[in-house]
């Protein structure tokens, strides 16, 4: 599997709208760790961090921050915007590659910490926000707490968590193995205890919808719905 040091070469996959440019993976310090993630597709997740507003975004294990909001006509990676509009059958102007597959009313948002992208370019994958397909990339949230039926204010909208997101070969462009990183029997049988949980990210229904910006507060308003 090879290093995260060059992802240009995702370039040659990606279609012309969301072909990322030649990067380089920086870490940028935050107040409780670092952050690795990719310098040209992380603009507004390098803004939001100078301007200080990580100092909160940890205050509770259920409270985080929007650090990114990402959109495609279809397919990896997304590319990032600064603010969306979140309705029940999505992001307006996202798209799906298998709309048969993804999306839906049960699948309208996909929910990522950068926590675990952090994690997952530490073990040697060329991702970066928006990689993994996600629309929601938060800072702060503690993907262990992450269950079904909880429901989450962000800014106007509320989204209900409705199913953990299961690999599929979308992800093999980062390496096959990246399938077997974020999913194990353990998360397939409901076990939150896998070191795995929520690695990959958990889908959601919008309940409420509403605007959604880049440094809004992702906040639990219930545990179930």
Not at 29 to 58: D, E, L, W
Not at 111 to 136: C, W
Not at 143 to 158: I, M
Request: proline share 6%; hydrophobic share 35%; aromatic share 4%.
């Amino acid at each position: 599997m090879s290093s995260p040091k060059n992802c240009s070469r995702l370039s040659s996959i990606t279609s012309a709208k969301t072909r990322p440019t030649p990067c380089v993976c920086v870490r940028i310090p935050t107040s409780s760790r670092c952050i690795t993630t990719c310098k040209n597709r992380s603009r507004f997740f390098r803004q939001f961090v100078n301007n200080g507003h990580t100092a909160n975004a940890c205050s509770t294990r259920l409270t985080g921050t929007i650090v990114q909001i990402s959109i495609s006509g279809g397919g990896v990676p997304k590319r990032p915007v600064m603010e969306a509009v979140l309705t029940p059958l999505g992001i307006e102007g996202d798209g799906h590659a298998h709309p048969e597959i993804h999306g839906g009313p049960q699948q309208a948002v996909l929910l990522m910490t950068a926590e675990s992208i952090d994690q997952l370019v530490k073990r040697g994958y060329p991702v970066f926000h928006g990689a993994m397909g996600e629309n929601l990339t938060t800072l702060g949230l503690d993907r262990r707490l992450l269950r079904t039926g909880q429901r989450y204010r962000v800014g106007s909208a509320v989204i209900e968590l409705t199913k953990l997101r299961a690999p599929c070969a979308t992800q093999d462009i980062y390496g096959p193995e990246i399938k077997r990183e974020i999913y194990d029997k353990q998360v397939r049988d409901g076990d939150h205890t896998s070191p795995r949980w929520a690695l990959g990210g958990f889908y959601a229904a919008v309940v409420q919808a509403g605007l959604v910006r880049v440094g809004d507060e992702i906040m639990l308003e219930s545990e179930m719905a």
